[in-house]
Structures are given as C-alpha cells and as structure tokens.
C-alpha cells in the first residue's frame, strides 16, 4: 500500500465515527450491528438479519443509506409476491411519435444500492432465487435484455426467528451467498428507556451524509488492496477446515454435531471481513483476532447441525464458541 492509501484509511476510520454518530440519531445502541453492516457494504458482501419485530431493523438501514448518500428500497416479502415484483417487468407502452405500441422495462425496487428485503423466508423459492441471482450476478435480465445494477449494491434480508409456520426457509446453497448473519438482540433498560423517549416526542432528527456512493466504490477497492500476512491467512483457512467433519483433525464435538461444514466461500469472508474491520480502525493490516471477531456472522449460517446437536441443545454459536477456544469434548 501506499501513502495515499495509507491516508485513505486515516479518513475511513475518521468518517466511521461520523456515520455512527448519525446514526445514533435515531437508533439507540445496536452498535456491533452498525459496525458489521458496514463491514459488509465495504467488503462487497450482503447480510441476513435475525431479530424479533420492532426491533428498527428498517429504520437502522434507512438511516444508513441517508448517511452514505444511497438508494434505499424496502421490499415487503410475502406468499404472493412474484419474481418480477422485485426485478421489474416489460410493459406496453404507446409511441408517443409513431403511435405504435412498444415493450418498456419498468424497474423493480432491486435497481436500488441498498435494498431491504423484509421476511425473505416468506416468499416461496422462485421469487426468493430471484432476488440472489440479483445479488449473485449484480443484473438483472428481462425481455430478451440485461440491465446492469447500480454499484454499490448491498442486500439485508430479514427473518423473523418467532414464527415459522408458513415459510420457505433458504436452502444453506443459497445461504452461502450471503457474507454475515447477524443476530439482532434486544436493547439495554437504558437503551430501552431512550428509545421509548425519543419516539414518543416531537424529536425528528436530522441526518447528514458522510459518504457518498463513489467514495464506497472507492473504498471497496482500497479494502481489495489491504495485505494480509500468509499466517493470518493459513489460520482463517484453518478454522474453516475445522468444521468440516470429513477431515482428519475435525475434533470429535465437530463429527458428532456438525453434518456439513462451511465451504471455501467462508474463507474468503472471513479474510474479507478482517481487511475491512482493520481499515475501520484505522490500520493497515488485519490480524488473527479480526479473524475472529468476524468467525460468528460468516460461520454461523454456515453450519449445518446434526440431530445429535438438536437433541443436545448445541447450537452453532456453541460450536463456534468451540473451535474458538481450541477445547476438545
């Protein structure tokens, strides 16, 4: 890296601050959550959110598009929602000049930067593929065209982890294409108490932006340039390696509680994920802990339990937990 790089990052860490400060103007707490949203937009990676309702799931990523100057649109999942609800579709539409009658693409709420997808395990699989292949292949295709999407592009999908009945859970291939699962826990008595305050006055804050869109698409590239010693890589891959219950040193609570383990995918996220939270903090390298302080939101979705470990109550959490400590059962 260079010294213009070098300063970049400087600026980085500097603008991190400022984002979450407003932020904090209309969400109250949630600060590791922000921290990994933002990990995600720089790493060019898209996140499943996991919380209960009204917990302002919506409100938190609207306000962050508003300081980083981007597109937001909300798509509201259910039973009956088609493909081209989300992508756009071709309509007929008279020539104005010749007065004949012509094909025009309408956009869906896709063609957006940061796109809210709420209750994606709502919708069955045909619309739910839709909305990934836009993630996947960053374009959408429709009447014999393709439209680009616009850059950068960040999707949050949402479930509800208290009702179940009637969903369409993701299968763990589509799973994989999304960089972090992040867990949103209920607020503080303090933090709650705020909120109840706040949103029950005549306050109305006020956001700023901070970042534009260019400036992420030059900082996603800055994140590609941070170098990463061999070692930092060697552990990541490691990690990964472990949770596979196939391989010969997997340890035993990994064979007995673990069907698949994570893929090469998680690799790249996790080194991906520490480039970028050591930018945020202003250095030019990410270590072994960054590593793993990213190990639960890239592994967590990507674990697949046994029966054993339902039967045990061991969750992935647990077994993350696990493999972080080094114990042995």
Not at 163 to 170: F, H, I, K, N, S
Not at 311 to 317: E, H, L, S, T
Request: hydrophobic share 40%; net charge negative; with cysteine.
């Amino acid at each position: 890296m260079n010294s213009g790089d070098a300063e970049r990052i400087q600026r980085l860490k500097e603008a991190r601050g400022r984002i979450k400060s407003e932020i904090a103007k209309v969400i109250i707490g949630q600060e590791k959550v922000i921290d990994l949203l933002l990990t995600a937009i720089l790493a060019k990676g898209h996140c499943l959110l996991i919380g209960a309702p009204g917990l302002a799931k919506t409100m938190m990523i609207s306000t962050l598009s508003k300081s980083l100057a981007l597109k937001f649109s909300r798509i509201q999942f259910t039973p009956d929602l088609m493909p081209t609800d989300i992508t756009g579709t071709d309509l007929i539409q008279e020539d104005a000049e010749s007065g004949r009658k012509v094909f025009k693409f309408f956009r869906g709420p896709v063609f957006a930067n940061i796109v809210l997808a709420d209750e994606i395990n709502r919708t069955p699989p045909k619309t739910q593929s839709a909305l990934l292949q836009a993630m996947q292949e960053k374009e959408v295709s429709a009447g014999g065209m393709t439209y680009k999407l616009d850059e950068p592009f960040f999707v949050l999908a949402t479930e509800n982890p208290i009702e179940q009945e009637g969903t369409y859970p993701l299968p763990e291939a589509q799973l994989d294409r999304f960089m972090f699962n992040i867990y949103v826990d209920y607020p503080s008595q303090s933090e709650e108490i705020e909120i109840v305050r706040t949103t029950t006055s005549r306050y109305k804050a006020d956001i700023h932006t901070i970042i534009t869109g260019q400036e992420i698409n030059d900082l996603q590239d800055l994140v590609r340039a941070v170098p990463v010693a061999e070692g930092v890589i060697e552990y990541a891959v490691k990690l990964v390696r472990k949770t596979r219950p196939k391989e010969t040193d997997a340890p035993d609570y990994i064979k007995n509680y673990i069907s698949w383990g994570a893929g090469p995918r998680a690799s790249q996220y996790l080194i991906l994920g520490a480039k970028t939270r050591a930018v945020l903090d202003g250095r030019p390298t990410p270590e072994e802990a960054d590593v793993r302080e990213m190990a639960y939101p890239v592994l967590r979705h990507r674990l697949v339990t046994s029966f054993a470990a339902e039967a045990d109550g061991v969750n992935a959490d647990e077994i993350i937990k696990r493999l972080l400590e080094g114990s042995k059962v």
